[in-house]
């Protein structure tokens, strides 16, 4: 190995490996004990042979994995396959996002997502579809229709997934408007889960001071955020809202082929299926291979025969809260189905900015009338820009794609076959001073001057070709900025980090950069770890905890005792100072690692010396307990529709244990805490694209690519993800022929 900082990563990857296989198959004996087991050739049979909108028959080639790619005659028709995979594979997941987009989830959970539907029936995410859909060329608009007119033949010929048939659910047809929305949905902003957390502080004493801190006024930094919690059937409403991504470029000079590589690896709330699916199309001018989110007709990350690309969340405030106490107000009225409680009536208000948010309960703002201005109440046509980022032949053409590009926020990153990588801002971005604002919500006259001009990807940071040969991408403020682009981006251990593993003068292989997807190394978390052993040495305290401290390398691998210690220490420590801080916490799901460095910066020796040695014995007990990171420290891959008492028992879950924290590159989120529970955000997928080869392109995604309960497919990647397996998707006719030999053709209608 070219490097001892990836050869320590593989030895980690190893041991863990070896966890994985027997957990996983026991499990999987019972996991669909109460749905009937689905084969992949079962499920193949399922397909349509005709759909409307295709002009000539295409072939849907598939893989052991369920992993289609679709050849076609043009793009037309290549949307029109590609929309029957989405319609096969995800037909639940895709019927749950319409309906979170759309504000009707309560049709499906009853009263418990009432306030869930009036939420989103407020923000209205459809909003712009008419104004969007009709700025769209001819060709974009033939491709979403095509798109919508695949799913509806998976979807006819098909029998209705069985949690749709116990719900009585018989989905209705989709229409580009539908896909429209569920775009929207995938854009909400990041900034909308910060404000949520800090409503509850807003009315306490001492707020300007408070909000002073979050925003990093009083160190002349902006705050890096990191917010998640606990997954609520609110999050199918919400969970774009949270989002980060790890991405790389490295240049020819720094790989052993010659050639580009590029990685990324997205990171999401954690469920099944989860929110990507793999698939491929061909035709006579276009051949991609990438990541799609049901619902969407879109690749991201990807690889086209000149390039790949990938980005990670930008966490940009395309959002503002407006203060519209003294403003014209609108009010309508909705109707919301409630499954069992027939219909409730819902009374919204709006303001020239957008929907008064402060009217729900999410966003409690007591005594005040604030209004939710929003780039995506606004039309834009992103479609057009990703099938434009799909055709690029150059860098050139991907930054002129991303430069009609408006959300989500998203940092971008290219590798070309020529040698170029470039790295660019891709939103659409009100036009703030650099200056910190004076509050959280803002007076009409502030926010009608943001607004009046908004700023496009080539007038925000751009990067190509740097002297390094590398890019990097993990959520990070970007390093020179003109304007406010956000308040809350995220801490900078991950881009740190792959920064220092990719600036080693080592030769890149596509194996070798790989493994940087399971780095589990955080030294921040090992240097307060040491620390917390020398005051404890200065004070006499010995035991398990204190000398699994001690040992610890600072690696959260899953059969690490010291990750282990170290998190419960973490925990106990923020329950011991929390009480005597200057500002109060957010949430405890507030980058619990920098709270408590603030803590414990901010504590005197005589509490430090007081709590450590209590904090150490309470640990003792859920230490010997779990022993190790991995039984502490799990995932669970559970469906959404779990959460529903009727559905529950039969759906079941897949639990396993998993590395990585909060702030390594291998994102596994977690809050501090003293009881187990599974981790509920973190990497989620991953893609990989050597430009030397045609075929050197892999990917793999958490769970599998099914959605039907029971199929052979939804978790057969689970095992695989875990020893860091991944899927190749070639190109060449040879490597299509013995990968992908189970062929679908379809037919025009009455072909």
């Known amino acids: 190995m070219a490097s001892a900082n990836v050869a320590h990563i593989i030895g980690n990857l190893r041991r863990q490996s070896r966890l994985a296989g027997p957990i996983l198959r026991a499990l999987g004996q019972t996991a669909f004990a109460r749905f009937p087991n689905v084969s992949l050739n079962e499920r193949l049979a399922m397909l349509p042979t005709q759909a409307p909108g295709l002009t000539s028959p295409i072939t849907i080639r598939w893989n052991r994995n369920h992993v289609p790619f679709v050849d076609a005659v043009c793009e037309a028709d290549a949307a029109v396959g590609l929309g029957v995979v989405h319609g096969h594979l995800r037909l ?78 018989d989905p209705q047809p989709w229409t580009p408007e539908d896909l429209f929305a569920i775009s929207r949905l995938c854009s909400a902003d990041y900034a909308w889960r910060v404000w949520r957390a800090l409503a509850r502080l807003r009315q306490r004493e001492g707020w300007p001071g408070i909000w002073q801190a979050v925003i990093g006024e009083a160190d002349g930094e902006t705050l890096k955020e990191d917010v998640t919690a606990p997954p609520e ?63 969407l007709p879109i690749f991201a990350p990807a690889r086209n025969a000149f390039g790949a690309w990938g980005g990670t969340n930008l966490h940009a405030t395309s959002s503002e809260l407006v203060d519209v106490s003294d403003e014209p107000l609108e009010e309508r009225q909705t109707t919301i189905r409630v499954r069992g409680g027939g219909v409730r009536q819902a009374d919204l208000r709006e303001s020239r900015f957008g929907p008064v948010i402060s009217d729900t309960p999410a966003f409690a703002l007591p005594g005040e009338t604030v209004a939710l201005t929003w780039m995506g109440h606004r039309p834009s046509d992103d479609f057009t820009a990703f099938r434009a980022m799909a055709n690029a032949s150059s860098w050139n053409d991907f930054l002129d794609a991303l430069d009609s590009y408006s959300l989500p926020g998203l940092n971008m990153i290219w590798a070309g076959k020529d040698d170029t990588i470039g790295k660019a801002v891709a939103a659409k971005l009100p036009k703030r001073p650099l200056t910190p604002p004076a509050d959280m919500v803002t007076e009409p006259t502030v926010a009608d001057a943001h607004w009046s001009d908004v700023l496009t990807a080539k007038a925000l940071p751009v990067e190509t070709d740097p002297p390094s040969g590398i890019l990097v991408s993990a959520n990070e403020a970007p390093t020179e900025q003109a304007v406010t682009i956000s308040l809350y981006f995220a801490a900078d251990h991950r881009f740190e980090r792959l920064t220092k593993l990719l600036a080693t003068g080592a030769r890149w292989t596509l194996d070798t950069a790989s493994q940087l997807f399971f780095d589990v190394y955080h030294a921040p978390s090992l240097a307060l770890s040491q620390a917390i052993v020398a005051r404890a040495d200065r004070l006499g305290v010995n035991g398990a905890v204190r000398n699994a401290l001690a040992d610890w390398d600072g690696n959260y691998a899953q059969d690490s005792a010291g990750a282990l210690a170290f998190a419960l220490t973490a925990h106990g420590l923020l329950e011991q100072l929390e009480p005597a801080a200057s500002n109060p916490a ?109 075929d050197a392109t892999f990917a793999s995604i958490l769970g599998g690519q099914d959605g039907w309960p029971g199929s052979q497919t939804l978790f057969d990647q689970v095992d695989d993800w875990r020893r860091g397996h991944m899927i190749q998707l070639p190109f060449s006719d040879d490597a299509l022929t013995r990968d992908f030999p189970h062929l679908t053709t379809i037919a025009p209608p009455n072909a």
């Not at 998976?154 to 116990?166: I, K, Q």
């Not at 470029?249 to 590029?262: D, F, R, V």
């Not at 989860?274 to 049901?294: E, N, Q």
């Not at 997928?685 to 430009?691: C, P, S, V």
Request: net charge negative.
């Open 92 to 169: 639940t997941q895709l019927e749950l996002m319409r309906r979170a987009a759309n504000g009707t989830l309560s049709e499906v959970a009853g009263p418990a997502a009432l306030d869930v539907d009036k939420l989103l029936r407020l923000i209205d995410f459809p909003r712009a579809t008419e104004d969007s859909l009709a700025m769209m060329p001819a060709a974009t608009q033939q491709w979403v229709q095509g798109f919508a007119d695949g799913i509806n033949a998976a979807a006819s010929h098909s029998p209705p997934p069985p949690e749709l048939r116990l719900l009585g659910i």
């Open 233 to 295: 059937l609110g999050d199918l409403a919400t969970m774009f809202t949270k989002a980060g991504s790890n991405a790389f470029a490295i240049a020819g000079s720094q790989t052993e082929s010659g050639a580009p590589i590029l990685a990324c690896d997205p990171h999401h709330l954690i469920m099944t299926p989860t929110l990507w699916l793999i698939a491929g199309y061909r035709t006579p001018s276009t051949s991609v291979w990438g990541l799609m989110i049901p619902g």
């Open 586 to 694: 957010v949430s405890q799901f507030w980058r619990p690692f920098d709270r408590l460095r603030v803590l414990i910066d901010d504590a005197s020796e005589e509490d430090l010396n007081r709590a450590l040695p209590a904090v150490l014995e309470l640990a003792s007990r859920p230490f010997h307990e779990h022993g190790i990171w991995g039984n502490f420290h799990t995932m669970s891959l559970a469906h959404p529709l779990s959460r529903l008492p009727w559905l529950r028992r039969r759906l079941g879950a897949i639990i396993f244990p998993i590395g990585g924290s909060n702030d390594t590159v291998q994102k596994a989120m977690h809050a501090y805490s003293a009881k187990a529970s599974p981790c509920t955000f973190g990497q989620n997928a991953r893609f990989i694209a050597d430009l030397s080869d045609e």
